[in-house]
């Protein structure tokens, strides 16, 4: 009998183009390959921007996107997939269909609503439609505050008002909640990533000092990338976050020195990149 060739862990990303490079597909492709897996790509929208704001949107067909799934899974595999900016109720219909359709393993939600700049990157009632269509269907979601509050319809006062908050996330279904407090002023940062158990719930904090650096960008796509990355490479969901943050945590330190455009820069996805992983063939 022929062996089975090994294979590269398959991340896919559903998420549109930042043209600057700094955060959608671009810093997804940039955190698979700097992880050691091979990234692939469904776009959802082209946008116009750089390093402040966003100058336009072009979303891409539901049907276009429905397509580019389709051609990936179909003939390469997926390990794990990021989804990122979805801009439409069409295409996370679209995306719901595929996680179901294929089975879609260690799917994981950055529900990207808006820019840092305040620019609206999803249609106005997609939060409710992300909740109802996906929620159940991920293992992982990883709002920032803002997000949390569009999606819960609540406010969130602070870092004592975390634990109800990622409640609130899991009783909407949400197999997993990492709530990001970057956005919290002080000169230490919280994530909280709570976990569905049964009855009850697993918390588990991560406090770290903040990295001073005006180049952020993209921080929250290539933090669920990552962690989409290292689920597959194999990772339990608690280790996948840990190394993500810290590959983050690299990326930002790394790149906090260097100026790329006038405003809000990258980071520096490539600082230390490891060799594409194989893993065992036939998956």
């Not at 397509?67 to 996370?92: F, N, P, S, W, Y």
Request: charge should be negative; glycine fraction near 10%; charged fraction near 20%.
């Amino acid at each position: 009998m022929t062996p089975t060739p090994p294979r590269y862990a398959r991340v896919l990303t559903i998420a549109g183009s930042d043209s600057g490079g700094g955060a959608g597909i671009q810093a997804d492709l940039k955190t698979f390959a700097a992880l050691g897996c091979h990234g692939m790509t469904a776009i959802t929208a082209i946008t116009a921007q750089d390093t402040h704001g966003v100058a336009a949107i072009h979303p891409v067909p539901a049907e276009v996107v429905r397509a580019q799934i389709r051609a990936v899974v179909e003939d390469i595999g997926v390990d794990a997939v990021k989804l990122g900016m979805l801009h439409t109720r069409e295409i996370v219909e679209v995306v719901a269909w595929a996680i179901d359709r294929y089975a879609l393993p260690h799917v994981v939600l950055d529900p990207v609503l808006a820019a840092t700049s305040g620019t609206a990157l999803a249609a106005a009632d997609l939060a409710g439609t992300m909740v109802r269509e996906l929620f159940a269907r991920v293992a992982l979601v990883t709002p920032n505050l803002d997000e949390a509050a569009r999606l819960t319809g609540r406010g969130l006062a602070g870092i004592d008002a975390f634990d109800d908050t990622a409640d609130a996330l899991l009783a909407l279904g949400a197999p997993a909640v990492l709530l990001k407090g970057g956005h919290l002023a002080g000169d230490e940062l919280v994530d909280l990533l709570a976990i569905a158990d049964g009855d009850r719930i697993r918390r588990q904090r991560h406090a770290a000092p903040r990295i001073a650096s005006g180049n952020l960008h993209g921080t929250g796509c290539t933090l669920a990338s990552a962690i989409a990355a290292r689920l597959a490479l194999g990772d339990a969901l608690p280790e996948a976050v840990v190394h993500a943050r810290d590959y983050v945590r690299g990326a930002i330190a790394a790149g906090a020195d260097v100026a790329t455009g006038s405003g809000n820069g990258p980071l520096n996805h490539g600082f230390a990149p490891v060799p594409m992983r194989r893993l065992p063939g036939a998956a």
